[in-house]
């Protein structure tokens, strides 16, 4: 089972920054797009910004010009730097991914996610 594992998340207060990292295994799991998601309290899971394998990267409106979400080359590794933080990002912050992951000798599709890091931003 690939697992991702999501940190960098704390308590910041409005206007601070932040930068949350995302790790997949290297190896038999080669990574395509990567993407964040965020689940405020009490509401939905959404979607926040993802990087595709050609570099292409698209963003939620609410975090557009202050969100910028990037990757560690060909590796299954991605960021997310958080600037100008307002108390409506507080969330839990996950990541997820698509891509293989070789069993046997055989290619396997999955979409794994991680378990999370807390963002919270006080006013």
């Known amino acids: 089972q690939v697992q991702l594992v999501e940190s960098g998340g704390r308590l910041v207060q409005a206007g601070g920054s932040l930068k949350l990292s995302c790790v997949g295994p290297?190896?038999?799991?080669?990574?395509?797009?990567m993407a964040w998601y965020r689940q405020p309290p009490g509401k939905e899971r959404e979607f926040v910004a993802n990087?595709?394998?050609?570099?292409?990267?698209t963003y939620a409106d609410s975090v557009k010009g202050r969100f910028t979400i990037s990757r560690a080359g060909a590796k299954n590794t991605a960021y997310l730097q958080m600037n100008n933080l307002k108390p409506e990002d507080t969330a839990i912050y996950y990541c997820?991914?698509?891509?293989?992951?070789?069993?046997?000798?055989?290619?396997?599709?999955?979409?794994?996610w991680g378990q999370g890091t807390q963002v919270t931003v006080s006013s």
């Open positions: 997820h991914a698509d891509g293989t992951v070789v069993v046997g000798s055989q290619p396997r599709y999955v979409e794994p």
């Open positions: 990087i595709k394998w050609n570099g292409d990267e």
């Open positions: 290297e190896g038999t799991f080669s990574a395509y797009n």
